[in-house]
């Protein structure tokens, strides 16, 4: 762990009023992709997602802390948690900044964290590819399971959300803001995949005709060209996960899919619960 220590404590702001400048550029934060980019921050929420993101080395910008009422007193351990500033406001202006429904709790606390300059690896033995995945939720969901299974960077395509969309953040507990990727055109993913000498492996639905054929207890590779079954996983491998709504896009020509046995009247499942799985089967082939 390491982490600045104050040695003198900062002066805490109270914030009052919707029209505060603070409340306004959270509120453009949480909102904006184009200004996070400009800013180079993103809003976080949460106690421990601070802690988490303060014992990776993050800055926090700023660090707010609410109280039930406008003008009441709150206490910020400043060594445990460093900030460039500090200030406290009101549920109601907590409730704008976050974009929640539900009011936050009395003792909420919120930070500006700074985005890391991340390098992407330059040669992955395997790569998680995020392909058109438009729900934040699930996004954030792939993005903190990724990181637990040791998926060390992932390939985002067009159309795929934002990592630091303030959905994304929350579901990941902040994972995704220091997540290592690179975005590029779904068009081009195929032939940048191969460049990077990665075999994309698409989850995809198994056919109807192969499924009498396929194991019931694990998950199942096969080759679509030759609809038969593969035994052997191709080393480096690009797992591509694609909306379940849309399906894989731009990826026609390539023949490694991988897919989750269903029974009874399951016929499906969301991108996260699916990905999640076979992020963890795939490690498992791999390091046989």
Request: proline share 5%; glycine share 4%.
């Amino acid at each position: 762990m390491s982490r600045a220590f104050a040695t003198k404590a900062k002066a805490i702001t109270h914030i009052h009023g919707t029209h505060n400048q603070t409340v306004k550029h959270l509120v453009k934060l949480r909102e904006k992709k184009a200004y996070r980019s400009e800013q180079r921050s993103a809003l976080v929420q949460g106690k421990q997602t601070i802690l988490e993101l303060l014992d990776r080395n993050i800055t926090m910008r700023s660090i707010g802390m609410t109280v039930a009422n406008s003008g009441d007193q709150a206490e910020i351990d400043q060594t445990k948690f460093p900030a460039e500033r500090y200030f406290i406001c009101d549920i109601n202006n907590t409730q704008r900044i976050l974009g929640t429904a539900s009011r936050p709790s009395g003792s909420e606390m919120f930070a500006e964290a700074i985005q890391p300059n991340i390098s992407f690896p330059e040669k992955p033995d395997k790569l998680v590819v995020f392909n058109r995945i438009t729900d934040p939720g699930n996004l954030g969901t792939l993005i903190r399971t990724a990181r637990a299974l040791g998926w060390s960077a992932a390939v985002l395509t067009d159309n795929t959300c934002d990592l630091t969309n303030d959905k994304t953040l929350r579901a990941s507990k902040a994972a995704s803001i220091d997540y290592p990727y690179k975005i590029i055109p779904s068009s081009h993913l195929s032939s940048v995949l191969r460049a990077m000498n990665m075999t994309p492996v698409i989850a995809d639905t198994l056919p109807l005709d192969m499924v009498p054929r396929a194991p019931s207890h694990t998950v199942t590779l096969w080759n679509k060209t030759q609809r038969s079954m593969m035994k052997v996983l191709p080393r480096r491998v690009a797992l591509v996960l694609s909306s379940e709504h849309h399906g894989p896009k731009n990826l026609e020509n390539e023949d490694v899919r991988v897919s989750i046995p269903m029974h009874g009247e399951v016929e499906s499942l969301n991108v996260a619960s699916a990905g999640s799985i076979l992020l963890y089967q795939l490690n498992s082939m791999l390091s046989n």
